[in-house]
């Protein structure tokens, strides 16, 4: 079945450094979504790729699906405590079947 | 608008026992997904629903069961529970039919087995 690789497992940054999340996919996807979830909250959404090679920016984060849509990456610039939390990719495969596979995951903890 | 409600929010069980979890959707959304979150696997798809109609399922035993109403509320079920059960079960809602948009989750029901 479709399996979707998320690393690293954790970074732990000091405040203002970057960080980057890579997420890769055994099979094409149609689309992937990346949500963050802060410690004891719920995911919530951040954004969501379609394109091939397409590049999406939201303030200090760079989202990036590749050109043969089996890879993306998250990238936040200038790190803030408040990005601390989990972030998650999540696709969809080109067979879709409704079901959204998640990778497991980078915790992010910030030292201000 | 309201969120995603997940009821109940925390419940203890001893093993052999079975739980009922709900999930009401977002008001027009109806796909509702399930998720099982644990620190070592993550958010794992249990199934997803549409109209009354599971359209997919996880590789969960058949203890984990599921199902739609015509309102959209959502309910699972797991029997026979087992310590492994133990998680934070998470229910999300959407609005796209076909499985693209992104989900809304509910701050989800964290089960203990005991």
């Known amino acids: 079945g479709q399996q979707v690789m998320q690393i690293p497992q954790y970074q732990h940054v000091q405040e203002g450094e970057d960080f980057t999340t890579y997420c890769n996919s055994s099979t094409t996807l149609s689309n992937i979504q990346w949500y963050k979830q802060r410690p004891g909250g719920h995911p919530v959404f951040l954004i969501q790729?379609?394109?091939?090679?397409e590049v999406k920016k939201q303030k200090r984060l760079t989202f990036q699906f590749g050109e043969a849509k089996k890879n993306s990456s998250l990238h936040i610039t200038a790190t803030q405590t408040t990005d601390v939390g989990t972030y998650f990719c999540?696709?969809?495969?080109?067979?879709?079947?409704?079901?959204?596979?998640f990778g497991k995951g980078t915790l992010l903890t910030v030292n201000p | 608008k309201a969120g995603v409600t997940q009821t109940p929010r925390y419940l203890i069980k001893t093993r052999g026992q079975q739980v009922t979890l709900s999930c009401s959707p977002i008001?027009?959304?109806?796909?509702v997904s399930w998720y099982q979150q644990t620190p070592g696997q993550g958010l794992q798809f249990l199934f997803e629903y549409f109209s009354e109609t599971q359209r997919n399922k996880g590789n969960f035993p058949g203890r984990f069961s599921g199902r739609q109403f015509s309102n959209s509320r959502s309910e699972m079920n797991v029997s026979t529970l087992e310590l492994g059960d133990s998680a934070l079960y998470l229910c999300a809602s959407s609005f796209y039919r076909d499985g693209t948009g992104e989900l809304f989750f509910g701050e989800g029901s964290r089960l203990t087995v005991l």
């Open positions: 790729l379609v394109k091939s090679g």
């Open positions: 008001s027009g959304h109806r796909s």
């Open positions: 999540a696709g969809i495969s080109g067979g879709s079947n409704y079901k959204l596979t």
